[in-house]
């Protein structure tokens, strides 16, 4: 019987694991990251899933340290399978399954190559794309494709409803296709010419820029909720992160952008109103560094925010 590797530290791997082993399909080896980088956005790990399964686990912050490459060998792996992983599969370990390597990725390929995905759908505006499966090459998601199944982003989904769907998606191809690459069933196509590539994004890059119009400071906020760190801005000189918000597009002010203009009782949800470059937007939950969650109306109630104050600053 042919034998799979599967490497992730995402927060699908588990069912992922589970879904396959039920269909008679489980992994040979599993790979994720070592506790010490669950600081990572969406990590999850993979020790409880390999043990329930009883499948060896390779835990590793470098997949390219002759480690994996040993163990695909010893264990005669046939199909090696990613997603979600911050490195690129270089050789030996990338041509070492006499299947290939394939990889998912939550863009409609070829565009939107490369780091950050998710965030970069919604601060684009983009409300269709597609979760690609494909084989490996040596560049960064440009192997030839063999699947892609769509999905939508609608204007309430902040990056959590996003993640939730791609996750989904995530799990139903690779029951569908683990035994088809398995058993030798797949035809893929090259990728359409052209396409792009997104630039990393860092946790210092979620600054919120006031100046902006109120619907692009809306989907920033959106596009940094978790498992991501978050869209941030300062009060007097304290970092505040803001995880969720709702958009008033076409609110008028005079006040300079970033002011906190007025209190919001809602039965929906309390928050605080605060201008934009143009337009209004209501911040719903909010998070001094280091402290608790809180709905941003508590923060003006207890006094550590008030009407007037400027963020940014």
């Not at 956005?41 to 390219?64: C, F, K, M, V």
């Not at 809306?218 to 941030?232: E, Q």
């Amino acid at each position: 019987m042919k034998r799979f590797a599967f490497c992730t530290g995402m927060e699908f791997a588990a069912p992922a694991v589970d879904v396959l082993a039920a269909q008679g399909t489980p992994p040979s080896l599993l790979i994720g990251y070592p506790p010490q980088l669950q600081h990572r956005s969406g990590y999850a790990p993979l020790q409880e899933a390999a043990a329930r399964h009883d499948i060896p686990l390779l835990e590793t912050a470098d997949i390219n340290d002759g480690r994996a490459h040993k163990l695909v060998t010893d264990l005669d792996i046939d199909l090696f399978v990613i997603a979600g992983w911050s490195q690129l599969v270089r050789e030996p370990l990338l041509s070492a399954c006499p299947l290939g390597s394939v990889g998912l990725h939550p863009t409609r390929l070829p565009e939107g190559r490369g780091r950050a995905p998710l965030p970069w759908t919604i601060i684009k505006g983009i409300r269709s794309s597609a979760v690609s499966l494909f084989f490996l090459n040596e560049g960064a998601d440009e192997g030839e494709l063999i699947a892609q199944r769509e999905f939508t982003v609608s204007r309430r989904d902040d990056v959590t409803e996003v993640y939730r769907k791609v996750t989904e998606i995530n799990i139903e191809l690779l029951a569908q296709y683990v035994p088809l690459l398995l058993a030798g069933q797949v035809v893929a196509r090259p990728q359409p010419p052209g396409g792009s590539v997104w630039e990393r994004r860092r946790p210092e890059d979620g600054v919120i820029d006031w100046s902006r119009p109120a619907s692009e400071v809306y989907d920033w906020v959106r596009a940094l909720a978790a498992p991501y760190p978050g869209a941030f801005t300062f009060a007097g000189g304290r970092k505040l992160f803001v995880h969720s918000a709702d958009l008033i597009e076409w609110g008028e002010h005079r006040e300079p952008p970033g002011t906190v203009l007025a209190p919001v009782w809602s039965t929906g949800g309390a928050g605080a109103l605060v201008a934009c470059g143009s337009g209004l937007l209501v911040l719903r939950e909010a998070q001094w560094e280091g402290a608790g969650r809180h709905d941003a109306l508590a923060l003006l109630e207890s006094g550590e925010l008030s009407v007037g104050t400027c963020l940014g600053t």
